[in-house]
């Protein structure tokens, strides 16, 4: 089977609720702004095309993993930022717990993803996520890597994780580690819903590399 495991961005269906995608779209574009970035200099800095980053700031595409990791690194703020707020978010108790109404989540519906945020949102030295995947949700269509560590547990269901090329098939119970330099892509080959406590920890000055 060849790496390609879908398409990188998914257009959003006719009449399909894109509540989700419109609010990652205007908090990307206020971030760019904020940064004083044109699409054309974003589109530099991430990789991505002028094209697709206009279609995702407003709301009629929507974006892989793989392509929020890329405008997260030239947007300079970790992954959870793109994830949105309960819509009745109370004062939290601690700024070391997360009560599972509390839960941040991220959800790409047409590449059949939805992450929720386990970690507190400001993460020092890991962010920990729920990942749900639907049968035939993927992190995109292309291998990626970037510096940092990965590692995690499926809960439930298939997961097909791509290490440098290499399949690797985990079912309810096993776990992984990597470094995140690998070049990796990850599906559900599965009939069911795959469940992932997921563990990205960026790189650390003065830690061992694996």
């Known amino acids: 089977m060849s790496g390609t495991i879908g398409p990188e961005h998914a257009a959003l269906e006719p009449g399909a609720d894109d509540g989700d995608e419109r609010r990652l779209g205007m908090r990307l574009k206020a971030r760019r702004l904020e940064c004083r970035l044109s699409l054309n200099r974003l589109a530099e800095l991430s990789g ?3 094209g697709m980053l206009s279609q995702i700031e407003r709301g ?7 392509s929020l990791r890329l405008l997260a690194g030239a947007l300079g703020v ?3 930022w793109f994830f949105a707020e309960p819509e009745e978010a ?3 108790e601690s700024r070391h717990v997360v009560r599972r109404a509390e839960r941040r989540l991220l959800r790409l519906t047409p590449t059949g993803v939805m992450k929720e945020l386990l970690s507190p949102s400001s993460p020092d030295l890991f962010e920990m996520y729920e990942l749900a995947l639907q049968p035939g949700g993927r992190s995109g269509a292309d291998f990626y890597s970037h510096l940092g560590e990965k590692a995690g547990i499926v809960l439930s269901g298939r997961l097909r994780l791509w290490l440098d090329g290499e399949e690797h098939l985990l079912d309810e119970g096993d776990s992984f580690h990597f470094p995140s330099k690998v070049p990796h892509q990850f599906d559900n080959p599965g009939p069911d819903v795959a469940r992932i406590v997921w563990v990205m920890a960026p790189p650390m000055a003065g830690r061992p590399s694996v």
């Open 60 to 66: 009629i595409s929507s974006p892989s993993l793989r």
């Open 78 to 80: 970790p992954m959870s």
């Open 48 to 50: 991505l095309s002028v």
């Open 90 to 92: 109370e004062r939290r």
